[in-house]
Every structure is written in structure tokens, then in C-alpha cells.
């Protein structure tokens, strides 16, 4: 069973790494360092599912990835409640945030967004 449950969580992981390309992923510690350091545009997106801005974003952001110019960022999905390490790394207090990669650099971060125009903006400074 043990060995079942460790093949299952390679497989995840294969499957995250090779996910990274673009589009929507849970947040993988491993596939946002690998792209962060071959200089890929990502987000990552810290969302409650108890927040009533991420309720507001979540369609907002859905429409976002599927326009043809945010093909190639990566938007990690970040459980605000248990991503407790990576909040403290990125500095981030409060969910509905986006921390925003271009380069292997941070360049933006907004929080609260609700207006599509508004998170197309931030999106578009990882391109």
C-alpha cells in the first residue's frame, strides 16, 4: 500500500513539473522553483475558499488564462490556510493575492482585485 501511495505522489509530481507550461496548477514548491529559475511568467494566486474576493476572482481568472496572450503563465494555486511557509516567504497577510514572476523576479503583487481589468493588469506584467 505504501509503495502504491509513493508512486501515486511521483506521478502528481511528474505530472505538476510537466504542467508548468501554462494554465492553472495547485501550488508544487518544486514546479514553481523550476520555473521561476528558467525565467517563466507565474503567478501565484493565494485563494480561500472561505474569502469573498476569491469567490469574485476565481471566474475573473478562469477567463484570464484562456485568453490566447496569458497562454504561457503559470498561475499556482496557493491554499491560503496551509501554504503557511510560502506566505511567509513571499510576505504574503492576506488571501486573494497574487505575487506575480517575469524574469525569476517578483515584479508585482496586488490583493483584493475584483475588477477583470484591474487583474489583467497585474497578469500582464509577467509577460
Known sequence: MKRWASVLMLVFSLFAVAAVSAGEVPYDKAALDKAVSEGKP???????????????????????????????????????????????????TVQSTFVVYKGGQIVARSTAQTHKEDIAATFSKAL
Do not use: M
Open 42 to 92: 507565474a503567478i501565484v494566486y493565494f485563494h480561500a475558499t472561505w474569502c469573498p474576493n476569491c469567490k469574485l476572482q476565481v471566474p475573473l481568472v478562469e477567463q484570464l488564462l484562456s485568453e490566447p496572450r496569458f497562454k504561457n503563465v503559470t498561475l499556482f494555486l496557493a491554499d491560503y490556510d496551509k501554504e503557511v511557509d510560502l506566505k511567509k516567504a513571499l510576505g504574503v
